[in-house]
């Protein structure tokens, strides 16, 4: 009984675990993030969306020559813009 309730907590584990996990953008958001970024003075970056924090994330964003990782909230603004170290 011990094993059986072990393994299911495990597996509980994993399965939490993936349904947080972070996703690649699609080509519609990807669009409305472009705009986004552009917007703030910036260009290029990593695209994804954060499910747990329920943001866009940009990593490694090239502004004014460095590098920044930006969030955005789900509708498109900017909520953060922190420089790479």
Do not use: H
Not at 6 to 35: I, M, N, Q
Request: aromatic share 8%; charged share 30%.
């Amino acid at each position: 009984m011990r094993t059986i309730l072990a393994s299911a907590a495990v597996l509980a584990a994993f399965v939490g675990t993936a349904l947080a996990a972070d996703r690649p953008v699609t080509d519609d958001e990807r669009a409305k993030l472009v705009s986004a970024i552009t917007a703030a003075g910036c260009s290029g970056g990593k695209m994804e969306w954060d499910q747990s924090d329920r943001e866009f994330e940009v990593d490694d964003a090239t502004c004014d020559g460095r590098r920044y990782d930006l969030k955005f909230n789900p509708d498109y603004s900017l909520k953060s813009k922190k420089q790479d170290t």
